[in-house]
């Protein structure tokens, strides 16, 4: 008999607690679920939203592959503003715009290869694509005769892997200024950053050329 009393005073005890706690214990539950439904939901729309970018991505190389085709130049500038605009947050839209900058050199639009350059620099925190994009852009720079502009970027360039193309970018610049003993010095540092055993033939005919001048 006191077995049963006190199953009953049991069942009384948990009736009490669960008119007290239930309805808690019950949105808990509901929030826990739908906080573990709801990253699984935005787990599997993010692995979506980046399989549509790597397709996308997939289709502009394969068109940039001959960019002597007009109608993949515009593929290319065409896929590579839809990963700009919506696939930003993915590295596809950086590498769009490498693209992009490559087509409109071929087109011989400076100026929106430099601004392409410039929009996949701010789009990454990749230290060497940045330097890349700077080197880039001071070539660019470098073509228009935008001399002192040119140089900015290339100084933007600190890595010591990149010393040798800053270096060759820089004596460029002060060669097209006529600046001859100023780009024989950047010419050698570039020399003596490559190494020995590395070979540049075009950096050895442009130190050759100016020991002769």
Do not use: C
């Amino acid at each position: 008999m006191s077995e049963l009393k006190t199953e009953e005073e049991q069942i009384e005890a948990f009736k009490a607690w669960w008119k007290k706690n239930g309805t808690t214990l019950v949105i808990v539950i509901a929030v826990a679920a739908a906080g573990y439904f709801g990253w699984q939901a935005w787990k599997t729309n993010q692995e979506n939203h980046l399989s549509e970018a790597s397709a996308l991505y997939q289709n502009l190389v394969e068109a940039a592959a001959n960019l002597e085709d007009e109608n993949n130049q515009k593929t290319v500038s065409y896929i590579a503003q839809q990963l700009s605009e919506n696939y930003s947050d993915t590295g596809y839209a950086m590498f769009g715009q490498l693209f992009l900058a490559r087509v409109d050199v071929e087109q011989g639009n400076y100026d929106a290869a430099i601004a392409a350059l410039k929009l996949a620099a701010t789009q990454t925190e990749d230290a060497s694509f940045v330097a890349i994009a700077n080197l880039r852009i001071a070539r660019l720079l470098l073509q228009q005769g935008n001399y002192q502009a040119a140089m900015d970027h290339a100084q933007q360039v600190t890595q010591a892997e990149y010393l040798a193309q800053q270096q060759e970018v820089i004596g460029d610049i002060f060669l097209q200024q006529n600046m001859r003993d100023e780009a024989r010095t950047a010419y050698e540092k570039a020399s003596e950053a490559l190494g020995t055993g590395v070979n540049h033939p075009l950096l050895d005919i442009k130190l050759q050329d100016l020991v002769k001048g």
